[in-house]
């Protein structure tokens, strides 16, 4: 059967052509995991700039309200958690 008929054959069974030959898996893995990782630093990074951007205008619009709340001046953006 020359070849042309057996990639038709596949294509109307639905599967993929005979010969088909795609990345490796380890290749796909490996792009998946760097797609992650490049969006999780991507949000992280965005995620700091919104809550150091929300602490500023929380201190801004309503300091006196909160004044007298234990520990408010101590609120802040670090590491330790």
């Known amino acids: 059967m020359p070849r042309e008929r057996g ?10 052509p005979e010969g088909a030959v795609g990345p490796a898996r ?11 990782l490049v969006v999780a630093l991507a949000g992280g990074a965005a995620g700091l700039l919104v809550a150091a951007w929300g602490l500023a205008a929380f201190r801004s619009i309503a300091p006196a ?3 007298g709340l234990p520990g408010i001046a101590g609120v802040g953006i670090d590491g330790a958690s």
């Open 7 to 16: 990639d038709a054959a596949a294509r109307a069974r639905g599967g993929p």
């Open 26 to 36: 380890r290749r796909i893995v490996q792009q998946m995991l760097t797609e992650s």
């Open 65 to 67: 309200q909160f004044a």
